[in-house]
């Protein structure tokens, strides 16, 4: 079963994709989740200047998915545009961007496009770093702002990542109004943890953002959403982990899919997806077209 997807002029292998923030540090390890049998990977995110992050722990695993609290930690762009050289390989490479303003998405943008990187996400919806991510991507005229800005400086796709506890077709809109070639659906939902021993929060920086199962039915009711208004591709994200959420996410919209926490429990995760969704579209006579957000029509 051919399962060849095209997102944004892309040309994927299958609809499946690395989230940011999972194995998209190195070089090395971006090209094992190749391997691994993903259609295109996307990095961390990369900023102006490097940022050690916030204060251990960082991430830890609850009963309902994972916690984590980086704080968007990067070697900044001038570091990193020689790890995404050496990363150029079967499948696209996309890199997460964030900054301050349009000024900072830009120039990390037009820093990183020498590496040849096949599309750009924007992270506007990180929720716990002050000042960048969902504290830009809250406000329409931002998001739309920062991404005709990006769209502008650069000859290759640009997707932005949306926020969740927001008008998330509000911002979509703007996104799109930007000139955005897809949004994705959804990044972590705001969340906290407490060891009732010491009785303090569990994370370093008290909060962070909640991944894995438990967000699932919300990622998958934004993509609808999203998919009854946006003429552009939706990527969605959020607590997918088998060839049936995967499924799910097709009918309700998603063009691809980016999986981020199930990477931590089986890294052959993609190449399970992938022949799952095989396995469905070969025994029922159709293809992923067919399917596509049929349950939007």
């Known amino acids: 079963m051919d399962l060849t997807t095209n997102v944004t002029g892309l040309q994927l292998r299958n609809p499946t994709i690395l989230a940011a923030g999972i194995l998209g540090s190195t070089a090395s390890s971006l090209k094992r989740v190749m391997r691994s049998g993903a259609g295109a990977v996307v990095t961390k995110s990369i900023g102006v200047v490097s940022r050690e992050g916030h204060p251990g722990p960082v991430m830890i695993k609850t009963e309902c ?51 040849g990187l096949d599309a750009f996400e924007l992270n506007l919806s990180c929720p716990h770093a002050e ?71 569990v994370l370093g920086n008290i909060s962070g953002g909640l991944s894995g199962a438990a967000i699932k039915p919300v990622a998958l009711k934004c993509v609808y959403d999203l998919y009854a208004v946006l003429d552009i591709d939706i990527i969605g994200v959020g607590g997918i982990s088998s060839w049936r959420d995967a499924l799910e996410f097709i009918m309700a919209g998603a063009s691809a899919l980016e999986i981020g926490s199930a990477v931590y429990e089986d890294r052959g995760v993609f190449r399970h997806i992938s022949d799952g969704i095989a396995r469905y579209l070969q025994e029922r006579g159709c293809d992923l077209e067919d399917i596509h957000g049929v349950t939007v029509r």
Request: charged share 20%.
């Open 131 to 201: 000042g960048y991510g969902a504290s830009l991507g809250e406000d329409p005229n931002a998001v739309e702002n920062i991404t005709r800005a990006v769209k502008k400086a650069v000859n290759v796709p640009v997707w932005v990542k949306l926020p969740p506890l927001t008008n998330i077709v509000k911002i979509g809109l703007a996104a799109q109004r930007g000139g955005a070639d897809a949004v994705v659906a959804i990044n972590t939902l705001p969340a906290m943890a407490i060891d009732i021993e010491s009785r303090f929060p």
């Open 65 to 115: 998915g994972f916690l984590n609290a980086i704080g968007l930690a990067n070697p900044s762009y001038h570091e990193f545009k020689s790890e995404l050289e050496e990363a150029k390989g079967e499948v696209p490479v996309v890199a997460s961007i964030f900054g301050r303003n349009a000024e900072e998405f830009e120039e990390v943008a037009l820093g990183l496009i020498e590496a």
